[in-house]
C-alpha cells in the first residue's frame, strides 16, 4: 500500500494527475450529455473530478479508509436515485461509482486507469449508437444467433475434451472449433454485408474467412450457389479471394520457420497472388448483383451447412489418419499429399523443417503438397457448389497454382 512516507512528491503529483484527467474526461462527457439532453443528472463534470481525486487520496491513505469512501460514494448514488423515480436509468451513477475506484487505481497503474477512463468515456458517448443496434438494426434471428455462437465459444468450447479418440483424429474439441470456425466465417460475411456494398463485403470477408480456413470458405460458399441463394460468379470470385489469404499465411508461416525457404518462395508466391487477386476481383466485379436479403429474414449462419462441412471435413481427416495407418510410414512425400487434402499451412510447415529446399525430396514435396491442395479444393467447389460453381473456380484455382510451382521449379 502507498503512503505519503513512502513516496515522493513527484509520484504523488503524478497519481493526483492522473487521477484528476480521469475523472475530468469522464465528467466532460456527462456534462455534454446533461445539456445535449436537457437533463438534470445529480452529477456533472465537477463531481466526477472531485470523485476521482477522492478515490485515490481515500485509498492513499489506507484501504480502511478507501473501503469507507466506497461506502460513502455508493451511499450517495442510492439517495440519488430514490429521489429521481421519474428518470428509470442508472448509468450516470454507476459510472459516479466507477470513477472513484479508477481514481484509485492511478495509485497502483496510472495507465491501466487511464485506459478504462476512455473506455467508460466511449461507452458513455455511444449510447445512441448502441440503443439504435440493439432496438433497429439487429434483427431478432440475428440476436438469436449470436447467444448461440457465443455460447459455444464461452461455454461449450471450454468444456469440450481436448483428447482424441482414435489416434490423433477425431478430436471432438476440433471437431466443435471447427464447426465454430465455420460459423464465424458466416457471421463475418453477414456482417460485412449488413455494413458494406455486396462486392467490397464478399472481398473483405472472403479475405478474413481464407486467414481462419480456405478450405470451409469455399465450401460454405459452395453450398450457398447450390441452395440458389448466390451467383456462381460472385461466390466463386469470393472463394478465390479466400485462397489469397491461403497464401499470405503461407508466407507468413514459413518465414517463422525458415528464412532460406522464405528467401525461395516469397518471388514466386507474391506472383501467384497478384495473378489470383486480379482474377477474383475480375470474377467479383462482372458478377450480377446480389439481391438484398428481406430485413426480417437475416440469419447470420446456417448450422446445418456448417455441420455439413465440419462433418466432411473430419472425414475427409480421420481419412487421411487411416491412409497412414493402413500405408505405414510411406515417405515424406506421400505423407505431405495426405495432409495437403486437408490443410496446407501444416503440410508446408512440416516440409520445410525437414531440410532445404535444395534437397530433392523435400522441394518436391513441397511442389506436389501445393498441387495436390490445388486439386482438393476444386474437387471440394465441384462437390458443394455443383458444376457452375467449380467451372470459374478450378481453372483460376488451377492457373495460379500451376505459376507458383513453375517459378518455383525456375527460381531454385
Not at 50 to 77: D, N, P, Q, S
Not at 203 to 217: D, K, P, W
Request: glycine share 8%; with cysteine.
Amino acid at each position: 500500500m502507498l503512503s505519503v512516507n513512502s513516496s515522493s512528491f513527484q509520484e504523488l503529483l503524478a497519481m493526483f494527475a492522473s487521477a484528476l484527467g480521469c475523472g475530468m474526461l469522464i465528467g466532460l462527457e456527462r456534462e455534454r450529455s446533461k445539456q445535449r439532453e436537457n437533463q438534470h443528472s445529480f452529477a456533472g463534470l465537477r463531481s466526477f473530478t472531485i470523485c476521482a481525486l477522492l478515490g485515490a487520496m481515500c485509498f492513499l491513505l489506507g484501504a480502511a479508509v478507501g473501503i469507507a469512501g466506497a461506502i460513502i460514494v455508493g451511499g450517495m448514488t442510492v439517495l440519488s436515485i430514490k429521489n429521481q423515480p421519474e428518470d428509470p436509468g442508472i448509468t450516470t451513477e454507476l459510472a459516479f461509482v466507477m470513477t472513484y475506484f479508477i481514481g484509485a487505481m492511478c495509485l497502483w497503474n496510472a495507465p491501466l486507469a487511464a485506459g478504462l477512463a476512455v473506455f467508460l468515456t466511449v461507452i458513455l458517448m455511444a449510447k445512441r449508437s448502441m440503443h439504435s443496434i440493439a432496438g433497429k438494426w439487429i434483427t431478432e434471428a440475428e440476436f438469436r444467433d449470436g447467444l448461440f455462437l457465443l455460447a459455444l465459444i464461452l461455454i461449450a468450447l471450454p468444456l469440450t475434451p481436448n483428447t482424441p479418440l482414435w489416434g490423433s483424429a477425431l478430436n471432438p474439441y476440433i471437431i466443435l472449433k471447427l464447426l465454430t470456425l465455420i460459423l464465424a466465417v458466416q457471421s463475418l460475411a453477414h456482417i460485412a454485408k449488413r455494413l458494406l456494398t455486396s462486392k467490397n463485403a464478399m472481398i473483405l470477408s472472403s479475405i478474413a474467412s481464407g486467414f481462419v480456413s480456405s478450405t470451409a470458405a469455399v465450401a460454405s460458399l459452395g453450398m450457398e450457389v447450390r441452395s440458389g441463394r448466390a451467383s456462381a460468379k460472385a461466390n466463386a470470385g469470393a472463394a478465390l479471394m479466400s485462397c489469397v489469404a491461403t497464401l499470405l499465411q503461407l508466407l507468413i508461416i514459413v518465414a517463422g520457420v525458415s528464412m532460406l525457404w522464405l528467401k525461395t518462395i516469397i518471388i514466386p508466391t507474391l506472383i501467384a497472388t497478384v495473378i489470383l487477386a486480379c482474377c477474383a476481383y475480375w470474377q467479383l466485379r462482372n458478377a450480377a448483383p446480389a439481391e438484398q436479403i428481406p430485413q426480417a429474414d437475416t440469419r447470420m449462419f446456417s448450422l446445418k451447412e456448417a455441420g455439413i462441412i465440419a462433418a466432411t471435413l473430419t472425414l475427409i481427416q480421420a481419412g487421411v489418419y487411416g491412409l497412414n495407418l493402413w500405408l505405414g510410414d510411406a515417405g515424406l512425400i506421400a505423407g505431405t499429399l495426405l495432409a495437403s487434402l486437408f490443410e496446407i499451412h501444416a503440410a508446408m510447415a512440416t516440409v520445410v523443417m525437414q531440410g532445404s529446399p535444395a534437397e530433392t525430396a523435400v522441394f518436391y514435396a513441397f511442389i506436389l503438397g501445393l498441387a495436390a491442395h490445388a486439386i482438393a479444393k476444386s474437387i471440394n467447389a465441384l462437390l458443394t457448389g455443383g458444376w457452375q460453381y467449380f467451372r470459374v473456380f478450378a481453372p483460376v484455382q488451377i492457373l495460379h497454382m500451376a505459376v507458383l510451382i513453375s517459378l518455383l521449379i525456375l527460381y531454385r
